[in-house]
């Protein structure tokens, strides 16, 4: 037996929601065959609890809009592993720490999976991180993340907010980020 097809409907819903809040690693696994209480996992991480939360958020909103609701909702308060329950979707969002762990995929690697693509990479033309450029530095070259005119690191670089790149490759200048003390 698969998941229904409202089931998989559902989960790439989920999926595609998750994705549109930057989740990493996204996936769905078919647990129909295993489980008779939920056709679908739906697994998604985030490198810290406020974006595991946004995901959430997004998720419940996306599938909101197509009339669904979560019938129960675990873990929300610590945002380290937040599991919403569809029926028959489970979505489950991890903290990267807890998803490297608990290691999902693998306690269900038997089960098969529901294919997903994020519409947002694909329109992109399915480029799933951003170019990383070539750099030389005394005769050593490494792959560094991007950077704008000014030098600084852009989107998700190796080095600190606001470091240039240079001062990523070279430990005398590196700095660690200040702390965010906005809370």
């Not at 690693?25 to 679908?40: E, K, P």
């Not at 979707?89 to 693509?117: G, M």
């Amino acid at each position: 037996m698969t998941a229904s097809t409202e089931a998989r409907d559902t989960a790439l819903w989920a999926a595609q929601a998750a994705a549109d809040k930057l989740a990493t690693d996204v996936s769905i696994v078919d647990v129909s065959d295993r489980l008779a209480i939920t056709d679908a996992f739906v697994l998604a991480s985030a490198p810290s609890e406020r974006q595991v939360q946004a995901i959430v958020d997004g998720v419940e909103e996306a599938l909101r809009e197509h009339g669904l609701k979560p019938v129960r909702r675990e873990g929300v308060a610590e945002a380290r592993w937040v599991l919403l329950d569809f029926v028959d979707v489970v979505v489950h969002v991890q903290h990267a720490e807890e998803r490297a762990y608990y290691s999902l995929e693998r306690l269900w690697k038997d089960c098969p999976t529901i294919p997903f693509t994020d519409s947002a990479l694909a329109a992109a033309g399915g480029v799933a991180q951003p170019a990383t450029e070539d750099v030389t530095v005394d005769g050593a070259t490494d792959d560094v993340a991007p950077s704008d005119e000014a030098g600084d690191v852009v989107s998700g670089g190796v080095s600190g907010e606001g470091e240039s790149a240079e001062a990523a490759l070279d430990p005398a200048t590196a700095h660690a980020p200040e702390a965010d003390t906005t809370r």
